[in-house]
């Protein structure tokens, strides 16, 4: 330990102590001086070699980028033209602050493609770590039966910190939805079914949390404007050939 960061310990000890130590106590405070010199010492050497410890180099992809699953669309929301060469399929949770951020990524990608990628949404609410997500997905589709989904989805991820149910059903009343008729839906079995079914379709694509994205089935690794750019740029080109 360096000599001035043990006169501030001895500093310290003598303040504590009082004014005007007595031969005992002058005596116990050089004991516990040795001792926290002998700690510090010891952590220093500790914080030495952490600090020259080899950086770890990142972990590789838990998955295999070029395989292609097949993400059958269904019954779920999608945005874009029908005859897109490019189709993103989002996995996602309403309750997710990197959902939302990626929401806003895919549409700023969408607005660059209008004519070639739509996007296809599917519920994956995480409800071991997120409570409220489960019903915010199931309430995205009482939207989606009104014609409303993309409108309440973005409500939804805007309002992700507050999405208890008595705000969802606030935000679904500001959105212009038939209150009784989004009631009723929330608890349609189709509803829950149809949630279910994208969780399974999530697992068996490998994915195990959000967001996960796809393009035409390959898993995005890179999720970023040009990410998604370069995934996108080469199945257009090959297939204007």
């Known amino acids: 330990m360096s000599r001035s960061r043990l006169g501030i310990v001895v500093a310290a000890l003598a303040f504590l102590a009082g004014c005007g130590p007595s031969a005992d106590n002058l005596a116990e405070l050089k004991s516990t001086q040795s001792e926290i010199g002998a700690r510090l010492a010891t952590l220093d050497t500790k914080l030495d070699a952490l600090a020259s410890a080899p950086v770890p180099s990142a972990p590789p992809p838990a998955f ?30 309403f309750q997710c602050p990197f959902c939302a951020q990626s929401a806003t990524l895919v549409d700023d990608v969408l607005r660059e493609y209008p004519r070639d990628v739509k996007l296809v949404f599917k ?92 393009v035409n089935g390959r898993r995005v690794s890179n999720r970023s404007r040009e990410g998604l750019k370069a995934m996108i740029d080469p199945l257009l080109a090959a297939q204007a050939k």
Do not use: C
């Not at 995480?126 to 409570?131: A, D, E, K, M, W």
């Not at 992700?160 to 009784?180: C, H």
């Open 123 to 214: 519920q994956l609410p995480l409800t071991q770590i997120h409570p409220l997500a489960m019903h915010a997905a199931k309430a995205s589709l009482a939207a989606h039966r009104q014609g409303k989904f993309w409108p309440f989805h973005d409500v939804l991820f805007e309002k992700s910190r507050a999405l208890e149910p008595e705000n969802v059903k606030r935000y679904a009343e500001e959105s212009g939805l038939d209150l009784e008729r989004f009631d009723k839906d929330l608890s349609a079995p189709a509803i829950a079914t149809q949630i279910d079914d994208d969780m399974r379709l999530a697992r068996a694509a490998g994915v195990r949390g959000t967001p996960a994205l796809f």
């Open 64 to 93: 295999d980028p070029d395989k292609i699953y097949d993400l059958p669309v269904g019954a779920s929301p999608v945005k874009g033209p029908a005859g897109a060469k490019a189709v993103i399929v989002a996995f996602a949770d």
